[in-house]
Nanobody
Framework: QVQLVESGGGSVQSGGSLRLSCELS????????MAWFRQAQGKEREGVAA?????????TYADSVKGRFTISYDNDKNTLALEMNDLEPEDTAMYYC?????????????????????????WGQGTQVTVSL
């Protein structure tokens, strides 16, 4: 069993920055595909960024955040991070981290699959990000 705990959300003005963290505990020696999702009020949950713990080459982003958000994973600390810069009011949402076990023999998932919430079995409780004008 894997547990995910997010932190780092908050309120910021447009153009500001925030860094979200997600600590993984449990069977952390496995390989994982991990992602950040967000859900704005009244909207469906959408994938924001994703990566495989086996390599930075797997990182993928939603078009709406490319060039502004950066996903990373610290293997030593078992922590997934999302650095968010140039935040816009449209980024206001509850942000969730998610993870799924991946066999070491498997290739990287395609981007569309990595940003699909149906891929993931482990979810954090969410952290709120609010961006004001």
């Amino acid at each position: 069993q894997v547990q995910l705990v997010e932190s780092g959300g908050g309120s910021v003005q447009s153009g500001g920055s925030l860094r979200l963290s997600c600590e993984l505990s449990g069977y952390t020696d496995n390989r994982y595909c991990m992602a950040w999702f967000r859900q704005a009020q009244g909207k469906e949950r959408e994938g924001v960024a994703a990566m495989d713990s086996d390599g930075d080459a797997s990182t993928t982003y939603a078009d709406s955040v490319k060039g502004r958000f950066t996903i990373s994973y610290d293997n030593d600390k078992n922590t997934l991070a999302l650095e968010m810069n140039d935040l816009e009011p449209e980024d206001t949402a509850m942000y969730y981290c998610a993870a799924v076990n991946v066999a070491h023999s498997e290739p990287f998932m395609p981007p569309w699959l990595m940003l699909n919430q149906q891929t993931y079995g482990y979810w954090g409780q969410g952290t709120q990000v609010t961006v004001s004008l």
